[in-house]
């Protein structure tokens, strides 16, 4: 009976507009349509949803999760992030030392 | 495809598995999830093939015995909520079985096992459900049981199966409720209506005190399936906590349980009871409870009569498939 072992395909479903797609789990089916009936019935029976994509599961190259060094930040990455930087504090430290001339005009 | 990929070095003996399986172990005990890629032990691997797979099956059969009242059903409203819960079912059974298959074991093969009555499902769903109040205990006790241990189970170790219970059980809520309201609905009746509910609990009571599987002293497989966090709780513990939260809700809706050493043990903080016959309830799950082979008859003669519609479904798919080479040309 090698009839029921379809191709898998990975669901990821929409909340509402302008939400970003989620993945929620996968289905088998015959081919992509028939996918996405199988997803409404199995992922549309109760929560919000607007929109459904589903993507052959072989279709999709992932990372191997021992190949931990891929996501190893091994130096310091600050520079990337707001917080690396200290505008504030400096502002503040200069205040005082400036010339008159760049200081705001006193009243 | 993303998850499947040859087992290594997975079993006592193979080079560098000892390595592998405290790197493993030590993964698990901080609570981490195990993903498919991931290296595993040949042992966690086929302990997780055998539970899932069985867990699937028991949705598809205990599918069954509710389907066949959905005719019966005695109010519109009754129907629907039935007809949503026995497609939930099924619909659990689809998700454990894509769990199970990350793991390398087919849907077709666990369907075939299922269908020539070599792979297992719950003991429960073995037996008869006679009238309209077995349909009731059976969404209300027994749900009550499977949320007990599935809440359990969603906390495991293994990612894709932890990810599907967790969906399981924000569903099971609904069957839940919706089961004690019927039963609400016939303790509150009528005397007749009340009297069948009794009736229902007594011929339930013996197969729902089994559900959670042996007890702990006769089990097999529980040390291992702690250590590796595929089980959180053994089945003695479950069933203790099925006891403490059910027990006074079916005292308080007026039933009596037909155990005459059902008692709560202040001192022990523990319910006693009659010890399950654990034969019969091995038996039941080989194939020889009163309704098994009528339940693996109703599921063969569904996937042969759904025959053609996979066929007109997959020559369908031939077609698109031609079309759309066709106009690539
Ligand atoms: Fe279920
Ligand atoms: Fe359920």
């Known amino acids: ?107 | 495809m993303v998850q499947n990929r040859v087992p290594q070095n997975d079993r006592p003996g193979d080079p560098g598995y000892a390595e592998c399986l405290s790197a493993f172990e030590a993964r698990v005990a901080r609570g981490d999830k195990v993903e498919p890629g991931d290296w595993m032990p040949g042992a966690y691997r086929q302990q997780l093939i055998r539970l899932i797979h069985v867990h699937a099956n028991s949705e598809i059969c205990g599918a069954l015995p509710e389907g066949g009242w959905i005719p019966h059903a005695p109010s519109l409203k009754r129907k629907l909520a039935l007809v949503a819960k026995v497609q939930d079912e099924v619909g659990h059974a689809q998700l454990l079985y894509r769990a199970a298959e990350t793991l390398g074991k087919s849907r077709e093969e666990m369907i075939d096992e299922l269908i020539t009555g070599k792979a297992k499902y719950s003991n429960v769903f073995h037996y008869h459900a006679e009238t309209w109040a077995d349909v009731a205990t059976i969404a209300w006790l027994i749900d009550a049981g499977a949320i007990v241990n599935q809440r359990m189970m969603a906390e495991g170790s293994y990612g894709p199966y932890a990810r599907a219970l967790k969906r399981i059980c924000y569903e099971e809520a609904f069957h839940l409720t919706h089961g004690y309201d019927m039963c609400i609905t016939l303790a509150t009746g009528s005397k007749l209506q009340h009297d069948m509910l009794q009736d229902a609990v007594n011929r339930w009571w013996k197969p729902i005190m089994m559900f959670h599987g042996p007890s702990d002293g006769v089990s097999t497989h529980t040390d291992q399936l702690m250590r590796w966090r595929i089980k959180l709780k053994t089945n003695d513990e479950q069933r203790q906590e099925f006891l403490k939260q059910y027990v006074p809700k079916v005292h308080e809706l007026g039933l009596t349980l037909p155990d005459p050493n059902l008692r709560f043990d202040e001192e022990a903080d523990a319910w006693r009871y009659t010890e399950p016959d654990w034969d019969e309830f091995m038996n039941v799950i080989r194939g020889n409870g009163p309704a098994s082979a009528l339940r693996l008859r109703a599921r063969r003669m569904a996937h042969e009569d759904g025959a053609w519609v996979r066929r007109a479904l997959e020559a369908a798919a031939r077609g698109n498939r031609a079309t759309v080479n066709q106009n690539d040309e």
């Not at chain 1, 400096?90 to 205040?95: G, K, L, S, W």
């Open chain 1, 1 to 107: 009976m090698s009839d029921t072992q379809w191709p898998v395909f990975e669901v990821f479903h929409q909340q509402a507009r302008g939400e970003p797609h989620v993945h929620v789990g996968s289905v088998h089916a015959s081919d992509a349509e028939v996918a996405l009936l199988m997803a409404k019935e199995q992922f549309g029976r109760r929560q919000a949803c607007v929109n459904f994509w589903v993507v052959p599961a072989d279709a999709i190259t992932a990372t191997a999760y021992d190949d931990v060094d891929i996501f190893e930040h091994g130096t310091d990455k600050s520079y990337r992030e707001a917080y690396g930087y200290e505008t504030t504090r400096r502002v503040r430290a200069q205040t005082t030392k400036r010339p008159r001339s760049l200081r705001p005009p006193e009243e």
